[in-house]
């Protein structure tokens, strides 16, 4: 167990919904990632918090959006989704805001029909 | 660009065989990991090795920081260590605060 907790765990959708996933980083964590990974895909790196700030941004889609709370959990809005948006999307907290090992959750697997 | 290379992209090993996988990337890193992606989908901590070398067990990474790869060695091969394995690194590039992964090596272990 890595400490980092995201829920749901698999999400079923139907196209044109929208959808908020959850992570609550280990105790002491002030960084959150999320990272997208497609059917036999690599990890996409999506977007960085630390300490409530978005600190980096990947290519991310304008229908997808991500904040970070003052407890430090963090929550990613998928809206209008797409066939294509079904994927293993995980959540990552370190320390700090750099150079620290990053931990990963069980990742929420969602499926758009 | 920036870049983290893996090879070799899949590895079909007997039980009980050893292996090497290794990382090139493009520039200097503030931090370097190797995960195991089990069959579950699970990403597991294997190290965090921005340079030197570590062991835990069967497995033992080396990073040479100076010159732009990493090895990840696995003694003594058991079914469960199948799966993907992903080198993940965090260039030293202000405002590239984020791991970028490589695209992983897929290795099967055969009873």
């Known amino acids: 167990d890595s400490g980092v907790t995201q829920t749901p765990k698999h999400l079923i959708t139907a196209t044109g919904q929208r959808v908020t996933l959850r992570c609550s980083p280990r105790?002491?964590?002030?960084?959150v990632y999320w990272y997208q990974q497609s059917l036999d895909q690599g990890l996409q790196f999506l977007i960085h918090y630390y300490n409530g700030e978005e600190r980096a941004k990947g290519n991310i889609l304008e229908r997808f959006s991500a904040q970070q709370f003052p407890d430090l959990h963090s929550e990613l809005n998928l809206s209008s989704l797409e066939l294509g948006d079904s994927a293993l999307y995980f959540c990552?907290?370190?320390?700090?805001?750099?150079?620290?090992?990053?931990?990963f959750g069980q990742g929420t697997r969602l499926t758009v029909v | 660009g920036i870049q983290v290379e893996q090879s070799p992209p899949d590895l079909i090993l007997q039980e009980g065989a050893n292996s090497t996988l290794r990382c090139n990337f493009s520039d200097s890193v503030n931090n370097l990991q190797w995960f195991h992606q089990n069959p579950w989908g699970q990403l597991i901590n294997l190290f965090y090795i921005p340079s030197g070398t570590k062991q835990n067990g069967r497995l033992s990474a080396t990073t040479v920081a100076t010159e732009r790869y990493s090895l990840l060695y696995i003694s003594s091969s058991q079914t469960t260590d199948s799966g993907v394995y992903f080198c993940a690194v965090e260039f030293l590039v202000f405002g590239n605060e984020k791991l970028t992964f490589g695209t992983g090596t897929r290795l099967t272990i055969i009873p």
């Open positions: 105790s002491g964590d002030l960084s």
């Open positions: 990552a907290s370190s320390v700090a805001d750099r150079g620290t090992e990053a931990f």
